[in-house]
């Protein structure tokens, strides 16, 4: 390499240093195993390959999370949580599966739609007790904004009896200069 096309390389590197873009982006897949129960449904619930599932009788609610600074440490600007997607196995007929998105910002927090299990890609917004089967639960920009890079975040469910959630999927896209 010449000298004059290191030197172009090097300034086009650091003339780039500082500016503003949304990169970084990243797909975190947490897999139900890492869920835990809510206060009072720690008997109703076990953990196995599929993820966590609801071995009682009544539904059993549980939480799901993840954290936003798993991206890159030292980063120092804001970030958008593009999706959160959930794989849902409903096998009752008699109890609602439900789950919604939240997160909590250094104390600010923020909560998204429930979706329930349904035939219909992304889940449905109104109970379907009638439904069986795999469904997979969709929230788009969650929560809309720029989030420091310790937001916690992730989905509440309500499982219903004999059901059970594999993954919880979430695409991070950082914004700004780190």
């Known amino acids: 390499m010449k000298t004059s096309e290191l030197m172009a390389a090097v300034a086009l590197v650091l003339g780039t240093a500082g500016t503003v873009r949304a990169d970084e982006g990243r797909t975190i897949a947490t897999n139900g195993q ?11 619930v076990g953990y196995g390959e599929p993820g966590i599932g609801n071995y009682s009788s009544s539904g ?3 939480f799901c999370a993840s954290q ?5 440490y030292n980063y120092q600007g804001l970030v958008t949580n593009s999706y959160l997607e959930v794989q849902a196995f409903d096998y009752s007929t008699t109890v609602d599966y439900w789950c919604y998105p939240w997160a909590d910002d250094q104390g600010t927090n923020f ?3 429930t979706k329930h299990t349904c035939s219909g890609w992304g889940g449905c917004p109104d109970p ?3 439904f069986t089967g795999m469904s997979w639960l969709y929230w788009y920009n969650p929560f809309p904004g720029g989030h420091n890079r310790s ?3 992730g ?24």
């Open 128 to 130: 379907t007790t009638s």
């Open 111 to 113: 909560w998204g739609p």
């Open 151 to 153: 937001l916690t975040y």
């Open 34 to 44: 890492a869920c835990v129960a809510a206060y009072g449904a720690a008997g109703q």
């Open 155 to 178: 989905v509440s469910c309500n499982l219903a009896p004999s059901s059970w959630l594999q993954f919880m999927w979430s695409s991070n896209v950082q914004q700004g200069s780190n």
């Open 60 to 62: 059993a609610r549980i």
């Open 68 to 72: 936003l600074d798993t991206i890159n």
